[in-house]
């Protein structure tokens, strides 16, 4: 059995991994991410999360990087024939604009840390390239568009996880498309 291509039961080994692993990394993203923005600047924990949270998200988008890249060179099992051209539509409108967001939040966090004036370390153990120079007034852009692209990508993600269930539960049998990303047998 190929391990990235998809086969009979759906989506290969790799393709699964990189969905669900990256599902999990942005739930905590999120979560770490809102928690420690309310910190008081003078909690030792902040930096200490902010470090962690700056990490994770830099592999994270190296992730997002390697899943476009994965997905042009392996083989993307179609939707299924039974959906309405719109649904198909509105599915890859929302499939795109998770990809696009799941590059750019990453992305602002990394060029609001180095227009503050920083380098993104990766664990305190190596410092990735600096992409810009310090400029506070982008800086502060950078951040308020950090939590504005997170709010999108909820919407987005609410919108991919409805879609999923109502192929599964509401549309005909052969709609359903969550066995093809997890073991779950298909619908009777
Ligand atoms: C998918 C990846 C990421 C997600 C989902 C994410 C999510 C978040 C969220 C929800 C917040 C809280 C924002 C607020 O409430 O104001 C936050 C804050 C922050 N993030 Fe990220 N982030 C990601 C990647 C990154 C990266 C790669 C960096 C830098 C290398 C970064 C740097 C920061 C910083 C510095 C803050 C604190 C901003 C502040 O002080 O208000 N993030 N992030």
Known sequence: ??????????????????????????????????????????????????????????????????????????????????????????????????YLLMMAIPFSGYAMTNLFGYPVSLFGLIDLPVLFEKNIEIAKLAKQAHPLLVYALLVAIFAHIAGALK??????????VLPRMMSIKPRP
């Open 167 to 176: 192929h599964r539960f509401i549309d005909a049998r052969d709609a359903d």
């Open 1 to 98: 059995m190929n391990a990235g291509n998809i086969n009979e039961q759906g989506y290969g080994t790799f393709t699964k991994v990189l969905h669900w692993g990256m599902a999990l990394m942005v739930i905590i993203l999120i979560a770490v991410g809102t928690y420690m923005a309310d910190l008081d600047k003078a909690d030792p924990n902040k930096m200490e999360l902010m470090g962690m949270h700056k990490s994770f998200g830099a592999i994270f988008l190296m992730l997002a990087i390697i899943r476009v890249i994965w997905n042009r060179i392996s083989h993307t099992p179609e939707l299924p024939e039974v959906l309405a051209t719109w649904e198909k539509n509105l599915s890859k409108t929302v499939t795109a604009t998770m």
